[in-house]
Every structure is written in C-alpha cells, then in structure tokens.
C-alpha cells in the first residue's frame, strides 16, 4: 500500500488567508481551501467551534477521521492525506468535481458506476466503512469524469482483513453499496456491480475535495 506523497504543511497562522467553503455546525468544523507550497488543499477545521467542542468532541472527531485517511492512502478514489495541522484541523489534497445529485448522475456514463464500485470494494478491503455516500456531497464526479470519496467523518476503521473487518465489511458494508445503487438508478444505468451485491471486495463544483475532509 503506498504512502502518498509528501506534503508541506500550513501552520495555524497560515489558515487566516484560506478560502472558507462551508462553515461547520455546532460540532461539525469549517472546510477551508488553501495554496500553501505550491499544492492546493482542503483542511477540515474545528478551532471555530465552541470552546466545550474544542477541547472534547473536536479533537477526537478530527483524530477518528485521519485515522480513515491514512488507512486509505493511495486509494485512486480517495484524496492524498497531507497531514495534521494542529489537534483540531487536517489538510488532505483538493481534488475538484462536482457532487453527484440527480441530475449530475443523469449525465454520468455508466463506467463511472463501475469505478465507483470499484472504489468502495477497495476501501473495504482497506478497513474503512464509510457509512454516508448517501450524501451527494461525499461522491463526486471529478473533474477527470473519475469517482472522488470524500468526508470520512462518519466512517468505521477496522484492521483489515481481520475477523471484525470482514463481518462489519458484509453487514454494514451494505449501506455503502447501496447508496451506490442508489446513484446508479438516478442515472438510469441498471444494476450491475457490487453496489447491490453481498459482501463485495472488501474494497464539493468548487466545493470538490473542498469538503474533502
């Protein structure tokens, strides 16, 4: 499995000049987009939020979800992790595209639902349950017409290939498979794919990656 590339890290300091692209709820962080060495990220950050958040559910919502991206490094279909910048925000690689919807599933070939299972039987196979690609804003369409898995927030991290990963993968792996079946019927496409199968492998628009966190 392959580490990713390595990236140059912004400091605290340096988010004053990002781009905010959604701004996070109670306890949900703000997603910003930054230029820092030359590479354009995406970092999820929770120092916005309310103190009580900051210090308890923050921190340990921002180290649970790294823990999926670095479980999916090198994954075609996953943005590169770059890194912590501090306890309560993470950068990872912005990848642009557009949220799949109705309408944007309408106009996607059916290859990409093939890609797309693809993708969710890889990241099975890695461990990692996402458990939202429901959401449209968690699938993109990339700007390569490529499938993009983003906001790991919700996700289940397991050891993979172990006893827990493969019952886990087999039962709530279904909710990631058919929310893909779900999109494949928007577009009209069929069935097909793991997305309405058993078990499988086990593997934001300028929002794109911008949730990416």
Not at 14 to 25: K, N, P, Q, V
Not at 114 to 137: F, N, S, T, W, Y
Not at 182 to 199: E, M
Request: hydrophobic share 45%; glycine share 12%.
């Amino acid at each position: 499995m392959s580490s990713g590339p390595r990236f140059t890290l912004p400091q605290r300091s340096d988010l004053a000049r990002a781009e905010r692209i959604s701004r996070g709820g109670f306890a949900n962080p703000d997603v910003l987009r930054i230029e820092h060495a030359g590479v354009l990220l995406a970092v999820k950050d929770f120092a916005p939020r309310a103190w009580l958040v900051r210090m308890t559910l923050g921190r340990w919502i921002a180290r649970r979800e790294q823990r999926a991206w670095r479980a999916l490094a090198g994954h075609a279909a996953v943005p590169a992790y770059a890194g912590a910048v501090d306890a309560l925000a993470f950068a990872v690689a912005y990848r642009g595209g557009r949220p799949l919807s109705r309408s944007v599933a309408r106009e996607t070939p059916p290859e990409f639902f093939a890609r797309l299972d693809a993708a969710v039987a890889e990241m099975h196979a890695r461990g990692v349950i996402h458990l939202d690609l429901r959401h449209q804003g968690n699938v993109l369409v990339g700007d390569d017409g490529a499938p993009v898995l983003i906001d790991f927030g919700s996700a289940l991290v397991l050891p993979p290939g172990s006893k827990r990963a493969r019952i886990a993968c087999a039962l709530l792996g279904r909710i990631d498979r058919s929310a893909v079946a779900k999109w494949r019927a928007y577009s009209g496409a069929g069935g097909g794919g793991a997305a309405g199968s058993g078990a499988g492998a086990s593997s934001r628009s300028s929002r794109g990656a911008s949730r990416a966190t």
